[in-house]
């Protein structure tokens, strides 16, 4: 079936230091990818988006790169904070049909640890 | 504020008994879903509703029930609560109706058990 997934389970850095998360998924008719993160006892917030016709989005200290030929996804954070550490999901968003509503899937999630 | 509430956040129950999950959304959203999450599994759509009393089974449907009465408030109804329901469920919601070209607002999670 259909899957998004991701390759580490927890990711450890030194603060300061940048921070690559990433992840794959199987369904090349996905068109919009979505990263979030999840700080403990909350719920997932929004980080940034990329579009499939776009190989590569900037935010502010985040970067996200989009592979389709390998259908790949990565997250680059910069300069790693302390507030940086979360479990970080990516999802897909696919349309069921033309029209119709999409769906979020999301992969089994990073933990990012940033060290002092 | 813009936001998503969910009530309660925990919840500790027994098996079969009826419980109710409200879930309100305050920014005029026209989508808006239920997920569970897993240790391992991460979120697994529910159920999803596009529009006041428009619903659609989720990824994980079976045991659940919702309703889309008002275009802000999505309950997530359990008639029979088993064990392996025992999860953290969020809600969420986006503006548009497809759910799918804009970003879902997630609220703070449900976390419930079932003895």
């Known amino acids: 079936g259909e899957s998004v997934g991701l390759h580490l389970p927890t990711l450890s850095v030194q603060e300061g230091d940048n921070s690559i998360i990433n992840c794959a998924y199987s369904?090349?008719?996905?068109?919009?990818f979505i990263w979030y993160k999840q700080e403990s006892g909350k719920g997932p917030q929004f980080i940034i988006d990329?579009?499939?016709?776009?190989d590569k989005r900037q935010g502010q200290r985040v970067t996200v790169l989009l592979n389709k030929t390998v259908k790949h996804l990565s997250l680059q954070i910069a300069a790693t904070q302390p507030g940086d550490s979360a479990v970080y999901f990516c999802?897909?968003?696919?349309?069921?049909?033309?029209?119709?509503?999409?769906?979020?899937?999301f992969g089994s999630g990073t933990q990012l640890t940033v060290l002092p | 504020e813009a936001q998503v509430t969910q009530n309660p956040r925990y919840l500790i129950t027994v098996t079969g008994k009826k419980l109710t999950v409200t879930c309100s959304q305050n920014?005029?959203?026209?989508?808006m879903s239920w997920y569970r999450q897993d240790p391992g599994l991460g979120l697994r759509q529910i159920y999803y509703?596009?529009?006041?009393?428009?619903?659609d089974k989720g990824d994980v449907p079976e045991g659940y029930k919702v309703s889309r009465k008002e275009k802000r408030n999505f309950p997530l109804i359990l008639e029979s609560p088993s064990p392996n329901q025992t999860s953290l469920y969020f809600c969420?919601?986006?503006?548009?109706?497809?759910?799918?070209?804009?970003?879902?607002?997630f609220g703070p999670g449900t976390r419930l058990t079932v003895l």
């Open positions: 969420a919601s986006s503006l548009l109706a497809s759910g799918g070209t804009d970003t879902q607002y």
């Open positions: 369904n090349s008719a996905s068109d919009y």
């Open positions: 990329i579009r499939s016709n776009m």
């Open positions: 999802a897909e968003n696919i349309a069921f049909s033309s029209g119709s509503a999409r769906q979020l899937t």
């Open positions: 920014m005029n959203h026209e989508y």
């Open positions: 509703s596009m529009n006041v009393e428009v619903t």
